[in-house]
């Protein structure tokens, strides 16, 4: 309190220009500028799945018409003037056309009738049939369908207000980014993969260091590897059979001199000393000239590389496969030669000095994909396919040399494979792309609906380049470069743990931005054009290069007078927000990027350690005349992206700033992700324990989304009273946990009670649970078809009534179908219909055969639910689909999970009565009781401080905050204020208070610390997993009993089990257990051949089959998996004999 | 049970007492006593409630089973409970709650006409018998100046053309079984705090130290006379046991200065009634019920029918 006097003083004698005083120029200057409403008109414009949407809306505007471009003509092999030529494309609105009307899609409509949520790609096309015939036009033709994103620019979500959206069945709250397709929500997972184009300086398995590039070009995709292997260096690339002197490589590239190369390399002498070996290794094969570096290639040339339609020799590979990123104008090597040079002078600087390594973990060199450029390659993929159809399905009309009906190339486009194409990599998550070498699985996902939490989590969640069983460590630790752009807790334990990341809340990712005008903004700021260079000066020590996007571009002097300039033209708005400049002091280059799929995040600039964010600015924006677009537009923020953010200063706060900042972030508690954002004060906890909530808050139940009572997905788990945290953060706001929370504040006693509560399980007070807390809602889907087959169908039929088990159809209605609002038991049948006995008569409907077929359903015995609601639809093929929505409410029993916001689950352990509950004098009764023991050893200092802010926030009525580092911008209440709130109303500072024994009346010996908390119940309840079994189901082939709790299977006596029992010496127990409890069976066993015998039942005789007589035939138990095993061996000609002895 | 006897005559001094509020203090007795009187508050007083609710129509946000639960958490006036019969042990009714004496049925129409939200709240539901009303809150004067604004306990907001119809049964039951038969928000006691200040001590500190004191308990207990100077006990009872003034007199290095304790024979109540029962009516009730539990068992002292009902503490009653 005297600090946050004392610096309000400060405040008011710096606006008074008073007397300067030492005291107050050294004291921090408190965070002058409160920058926090920058936050939300952040989202505002670019929203926290903006990433998607934005990539989603450069595919449909820009990417899908540059695809077209390119293959946009079709012609006919035999007859040039047969053509297709598609002048325009574009994405229509989501519509479908069901009986030929059109009619617009919403997304509600789509989930709810299992429909894909997709519009029609028009294009406008230009075609001739053949010499005779003039060129037509058609305007309009749909190529196919493409599935469109939620609140993209094609949605129509698009633009839409709350009350828009809610008569379109939507919840506004809901970010959008995912589509849906066969009524079913699918998110591309973004794709983290290493940047494209860059070259990479690693060493390989051996320890040889290399450097790679992996070239990425609208034609070609490939991989060039520049390697010293035993003081040589070689390339490898896939076209040539084995690794090539890079010496040779050069000079078929007409590098003929190998002064040239050493010039080219630097006038350093320890470069062209790790040369030498290659020079001589190239002149040991004899090859001096191009012509012969070219034969020489030629021969090591994998041949049927003749994807290109003509096979041009090594000099074509050079060309085309051979980093193909950098272009090749008329044969003139002059760039790829200089590219290959400064990729080998890289190894050799990592090579003298192994700080020149690149980190493939750092998060500068990779790049995020995301939907759009997914989605883009599938779209071109089949793009070209169906332009290959079309093209074979013209030569084969006019291969044949007389034709019946005319001929109409048009016609000829089909729209189902583009449709089907990408319906069913949606759907099923595989990209199978061949001709770019691709397979990938599980790229999408179905969005996660357990709670509205949780389906943010599935839209910023990163999926990893590596599969996930390697057992490294480098790429699942946190990176610095992390900060800011990658939320550090939010992470899963196990197998994927750092692998599969998050983006943090300012994240934004780049789209491609369109290199030409930079190209010539940079040659006017004075690069020096790199093809009027000579070698020599190309690393002239007073010049750095210029690299945009992995081209070089050329060199330039002044370097850092050069990037300030960029940089002052991207502030003004003259190249894009995003290009990226980053001056590498010790690479000596200057890179450029402007290419897509990079992070950024907004910074406030500051001149000087000034922060550019003025008070004023501040005010506009609250008055509503500025937004978050004006302060980039006046230069007052600016995105940096990973590697920019190496040129920067960072101040974490304004007062903090120096003379040499160059930047000021906006909000510090920016760096965690949503998920993380909910944790108050996770600053404060031990770190795990932050990554732990993050995962569970996925898995609490809560509100869903403003529609989930209409939704109509297979399973939803609601809470019945669900809260909005007492102890709140921004974040809670920005994201709207607010609105739809998932958990309750509970009043928690930390203490021990009763023994129950051992091991992290909590007590609760049954009246707590009479109320409703924790009573939560499980809704399932059960679905039913009516089949349509070529003749007849299933009927709808009424009940009849005299049936032998009247009671379990009693909920059906006069159509065979459960009705709304009935109770449903175990076992009881909710669907009957008629089925034709035979599906492929001929017969006319009214006169086939049918039979009864019901569906029973199967819950919880003893636990009655309700139809919530029956809905009809009808899926492709136009059969009935009837969907049922179960419901059933739970109170919490023991064994039901709980947790708080701070990764501390706990089980339900008792529950008790209220009146043996503790109570205060003010008559406090806790809700819930928590064993201490769970606080020491997990270190979660930020649950304590959530009970002490929601303590005082109940008292005095208002919502306290506890954002991430947020104390010093007065985002998270101190706890020295919360105390004194607490004072004022009477509690003791420390959150303890004195309590009563309920069960004796008498004070207990501690004070016990008691206050609010915000509990989550977890999605995890012993109603779905408990499971005994005594008599059962058995398994067919082995007779033994079935495994698992959905097949009502047995309880296994394991291996280790087995082996107590062994110790234990309990033989009659292990008997009982494997045998007599599992498959016993009878046997007739000869004992003379010790094969297995039969008895003939008719004769009732015992025979034995080997020996042909019953003489020597006795009867035995045994398992009957036993004598499985001795018929198998038999049956591979192995002979299992019995030796039977008499038993003592 | 032979020995000393240990009866004492308790005594009771109301403080307060309004209708849905009581204070009093219980002394000559021991703890035991109060927390027994406590318990059978909150879990053995009986009272009415909706038990059974059916549903003809709801077309509401809500779903049956939440109005049910929703229902039967209203509080009911339940003056009557007491001489009520229990649903499960009538012999008027064949134990299915139909009767006169063992239910109490409710009516709920209510359907939305207007375009504006439609509050359906405990206003709304009829009863058979015009004891047993939903709790009317508006006369207890709590906070609402407009008593129009004040329409009862909402069950649900119903919007144009939505419409909630149904019958529900209140019956006898208590709040050991579900809370919602609980006639208490609050019961709770405290032991009567006695405060001892040592006057000669207090007289050796300080304005600023004796001010320091005052200032040091959370709760204002003490205050400092303006006139005399003197550190005075205001409220006694305003004392939380928080032991901060004692750490404080610790921390001065005046150990003694100020003690405190708690009066093992006095206590201090505080009830609270949801409204169901008057506050005073609930405690005497309670005591009603006590009475009959303690007579249950001094009847059932030494029978062997002790075991069924009080398990091992019958046979320690029977001296085993």
């Known amino acids: ?1144 | 049970m032979e020995g000393a006897s240990y009866q004492r005559f308790p005594k009771v001094k109301i403080r307060e007492l309004k209708d849905d509020y009581a204070k009093f203090e219980l002394r000559e007795t021991d703890a035991s006593m109060a927390n027994a009187l406590r318990r059978v508050m909150i879990a053995e007083v009986p009272t009415i409630a909706i038990d059974l609710v059916e549903i003809e129509v709801n077309s509401s946000v809500l779903n049956d089973e939440f109005i049910a639960h929703r229902l039967g958490l209203i509080p009911l006036t339940s003056e009557r409970a007491m001489s009520m019969r229990f649903s499960r042990d009538c012999d008027a009714c064949d134990g299915d709650g139909q009767c006169e004496f063992c239910s109490v049925e409710f009516h709920l129409r209510a359907k939305c006409i207007g375009d504006q939200t439609l509050d359906v709240t405990s206003k709304d539901l009829y009863s058979s018998d015009h004891t047993v009303v939903p709790v009317d809150f508006s006369d207890s004067g709590a906070g609402y100046e407009n008593p129009e604004d004040q329409r009862g306990i909402t069950i649900v907001k119903l919007r144009k053309g939505q419409e909630l119809r149904l019958r529900a049964i209140a019956r006898k039951g208590i709040g050991k079984d579900h809370a919602k038969w609980s006639p208490a928000a609050t019961v709770t006691f405290m032991y009567e705090p006695e405060i001892h200040i040592n006057e000669e001590m207090m007289e050796t500190l300080s304005l600023e130290e004796k001010t320091s004191v005052v200032e040091s308990s959370p709760t204002k207990v003490f205050a400092l006379n303006p006139q005399t100077h003197q550190v005075e006990v205001v409220d006694p009872e305003a004392y939380t046991y928080d032991d901060e003034v004692l750490k404080k007199v610790e921390a001065m290095g005046k150990p003694g200065l100020i003690e405190v304790y708690a009066k093992e024979d006095s206590f201090i109540f505080t009830v609270e009634s949801t409204g169901a029962v008057k506050a005073s009516q609930l405690v005497i009730n309670a005591i009603e019920v006590l009475k009959q539990k303690l007579d249950a068992v001094r009847l059932l002292e030494d029978t062997v029918e002790a075991d069924d009902q009080f398990g091992e503490l019958g046979a320690h009653m029977r001296g085993g």
Request: glycine share 8%; charged share 25%.
């Open chain 1, 1 to 1144: 309190m005297e600090d946050s006097a004392k610096s309000h003083d400060n405040l008011q004698s710096a606006g008074g220009g008073g007397v300067v005083d030492k005291q107050f120029l050294t004291a921090p200057v408190k965070s002058a500028v409160d920058k926090f409403q920058l936050l939300p008109e952040f989202l505002k414009v670019r929203g926290l799945v903006k990433q998607h949407l934005e990539s989603f809306n450069y595919f449909i505007r820009t990417e899908i018409k540059k695809i077209v471009r390119a293959n946009n003509v079709v012609k006919s092999r035999y007859d040039p003037n047969v053509y297709i030529r598609y002048t325009d494309v574009w994405v229509g609105r989501p519509s479908e056309v069901v009986d030929g009307v059109t009619d617009t899609l919403t997304p509600q409509k789509c989930r709810l009738g299992d429909k894909t949520y997709a519009a029609p790609i028009f294009v406008n096309i230009e075609y001739c049939n053949g010499s005779d015939s003039r060129t037509m036009m058609k305007k309009e033709v749909v190529i196919g369908r493409m599935p469109i994103m939620l609140r993209s620019l094609s949605c129509v979500l698009h633009g839409k207000d709350e009350d828009e959206l809610a008569k379109l069945g939507e919840c506004p709250l809901d970010p959008g980014g995912y589509f849906v397709v066969k009524g079913n929500e699918k998110v591309i997972l973004i794709q983290e993969q290493l940047s494209k184009n860059r070259i990479i300086i690693d060493s390989d398995k051996k320890g040889c260091v290399q450097a790679s590039v992996m070239s990425s070009t609208a034609m070609t995709k490939s991989k060039t590897i520049i390697r010293m292997e035993k003081e040589k260096i070689y390339l490898i690339l896939n076209a040539f059979t084995s690794k090539v002197p890079i010496m040779v490589v050069l000079k078929a590239m007409g590098m003929e001199t190998d002064q040239e190369v050493v010039q080219m390399l630097g006038r350093d002498p320890q470069y062209a000393s790790l040369l030498l070996p290659s020079i001589e290794d190239c002149a040991t094969f004899g090859v001096y000239t191009q012509h012969q570096a070219l034969d020489f290639l030629e021969k090591k040339r994998k041949k049927s590389m003749s994807r290109f339609g003509k096979d041009e020799g090594a000099l074509g590979v050079l060309r085309d496969i051979f980093i193909p990123n950098i272009p090749v104008r008329e044969n003139n090597f002059h760039l790829k030669c200089v590219y290959v040079v400064v990729m080998v002078r890289r190894m050799m600087d990592a090579i003298l000095n192994e700080d020149a390594m690149d980190d493939k973990d750092y998060v500068g060199n990779k790049r995020l994909e995301l939907s759009g450029q997914l989605l883009a390659l599938l779209f071109e993929d089949l793009f070209k396919s169906m332009n290959d159809t079309i093209k074979m399905a013209v030569d084969k009309i006019l291969s044949k040399a007389s034709r019946s009906s005319r001929f109409d190339i048009s016609q000829h486009i089909l729209k189902d494979n583009i449709t089907n194409g990408l319906e069913r990599s949606l759907s099923t998550g595989n990209w199978d792309v061949s001709r770019f070498k691709m397979h990938r699985k599980g790229i999408t996902q179905i969005v996660t609906r357990l709670s509205f939490i949780g389906a943010f989590g599935s839209m910023t969640k990163i999926s990893p380049q590596f599969e996930k069983s390697r057992k490294v460590s480098g790429p699942r630790a946190l990176q610095p470069s992390q900060w800011g752009m990658l939320c550090p807790c939010d992470t899963p334990e196990g197998e994927a743990c750092g692998l599969v990341k998050n983006l943090a809340l300012m994240t934004h990712v780049t789209t491609d931005e369109e290199e030409g005008p930079i190209i010539s903004l940079c040659y006017c700021l004075g690069v020096e054009d790199l093809s009027l260079l000579s070698g020599e000066e190309l690393h002239s020590p007073d010049s750095f290069l210029v690299i945009l996007n992995g081209l070089i571009l050329g060199k330039h002097r002044r370097p850092q007078l050069f990037a300030n300039g960029m940089r002052k033209l991207r502030r003004a708005g003259k190249v894009g927000d995003f290009v990226s400049i980053y001056v590498h002091e010790k690479q000596r280059c200057v890179y450029i990027a402007s290419d897509g799929g990079r992070v950024c995040r907004p910074l406030v600039i500051a001149d000087k350690g000034v922060s550019r964010i003025k008070h004023h600015h501040m005010k506009e924006l609250k008055d509503g005349v500025r937004n978050f677009d004006s302060f980039l537009r006046d230069g007052l923020l600016e995105y940096l992206d990973v590697n920019e953010e190496n040129n920067a200063l960072i101040a974490l706060y304004e007062g903090e700033a120096t003379s040499e900042t160059t930047h000021i972030e906006i909000e510090p508690f920016t760096i965690l992700g949503a998920c993380a954002g909910l944790i108050p004060y996770p600053h404060h906890n031990q770190s795990p324990r932050n990554t732990y909530q993050c995962a569970m808050g996925k898995q609490a139940m809560g509100n869903i989304a403003h529609n989930q009572l209409t939704r109509m997905d297979t399973l939803i788990y609601l809470l019945v009273y669900p809260q909005r945290p007492l102890l709140t953060t921004r974040t809670i706001e920005l994201v709207g946990y607010d609105k739809l929370g998932a958990g309750q504040n509970a009043t928690v006693a930390v203490m021990s009670y009763s023994g129950y509560d051992i091991e992290d399980a909590i007590v609760m007070n049954k009246s707590s649970l009479d109320r409703g807390f924790g009573r939560c809602i499980v809704m399932k889907k059960m679905s039913a078809v009516y089949q349509k087959y070529d003749h007849v169908s299933d009927q709808i039929v009424s009940p009849r009534k005299s049936q032998h088990d009247p009671e379990k159809i009693q909920i059906l209605d006069n159509d065979g179908l459960a009705s709304p609002g009935e109770i449903i038991r175990h076992q009881d049948i909710y669907l009957q219909k008629d089925c034709p006995v035979d599906p492929k008569t001929k017969s006319h409907p009214s006169q086939a055969q049918y039979r009864t077929s019901r569906q029973t359903y199967k819950g919880a015995e003893g636990e009655p639910a309700v139809v919530d609601r029956v809905a009809l639809c009808s899926d492709k093929k136009q059969n009935l689909i009837v969907k049922f929505m179960i419901r059933h409410t739970r109170r919490p029993e023991v064994g039901d999970k709980f947790s708080s916001r701070h990764g501390q689950k706990g089980v339900c352990g008792t529950i008790i009565q209220q009146e043996d509950f503790p109570f205060s004098e003010r008559g406090i009764c806790p809700d819930l009781i928590m064993n201490p023991h769970g606080f020491p050893s997990r270190m979660t200092v930020g649950k304590m401080i959530e009970l002490l802010g929601s303590k005082a926030g109940v008292s005095c009525g208002k919502f306290h905050y506890g954002s991430a580092f947020g104390e010093p911008s007065g985002h998270a209440d101190k706890v020295e204020d919360i105390s004194e709130t607490l004072v004022k109303h009477g509690f003791c500072y420390n959150g303890k208070d004195f309590l009563y024994s309920g069960i004796t009346g008498t004070p207990l010996q501690a004070y016990i610390f008691m206050g609010p908390i915000y509990y989550q119940k977890l999605k995890h309840m012993v109603l779905d997993k408990m499971h005994a079994r005594g008599m059962g189901p058995r398994q067919l082939i082995t007779r033994q009993p079935t495994e698992g709790r959905s097949r009502n299977g047995g309880l296994r006596v394991g291996e280790m089990e087995r082996d107590c029992l062994i110790a234990y010496g309990t033989s009659n127990l292990i008997y009982e257990r494997l045998m007599i409890s599992s498959d016993p069976f009878e046997v007739q066993v000869c004992r003379k051949c010790g094969l297995l015998g039969y008895i003939n039942h008719q004769t009732k005789s015992r025979m034995c089959s080997a020996c042909k007589n019953g003489d020597n035939i006795s009867a035995m138990k045994l398992p009957y998996a036993c004598k499985l095993l001795f018929q198998e061996l038999q049956s591979m000609n192995i002979v299992p004999r019995l030796q039977l002895d008499d038993s003592g």
